[in-house]
């Protein structure tokens, strides 16, 4: 069975749920760290997927033919930089605030307003 558009879409489809199901049950900031990842890497997929199956610039038609284009992967790779730095942020600022309430539940966090 070759997989079809519709395959990768639902992958997408079910990582984004668990992602958004993940960012809104947890508590823990990483837990919440986690979900934002899967969505992230959701939306990776949708670029790849689309690029691989969508429109192709050399035929003007939406064909089953692969699209030579890879616009997709350079969405996905910037998806990736995107995710690795937005990670590296977010645990230096969990570190500071585990050590200013030895907690990293976001609830604490009402106390940072400013």
Do not use: C
């Amino acid at each position: 069975m070759i997989p079809t558009l519709a395959h990768f879409l639902a992958v997408s489809l079910v990582l984004f749920g668990a992602g958004v199901t993940t960012m809104l049950t947890k508590r823990s900031a990483i837990g919440i760290l986690i979900g934002v990842e899967l969505v992230l890497n959701a939306a990776a997929i949708n670029f790849v997927a689309f690029a691989r199956f969508g429109w192709s610039a050399a035929s003007g038609l939406n064909s089953a033919a692969p699209s030579t284009g890879i616009h997709g992967q350079v969405f996905a790779a910037f998806i990736i930089v995107l995710a690795a730095a937005e990670a590296a942020m977010a645990l230096a600022i969990f570190m500071s605030f585990y050590h200013n309430y030895h907690a990293i539940d976001v609830e604490k966090g009402d106390e940072l307003k400013g």
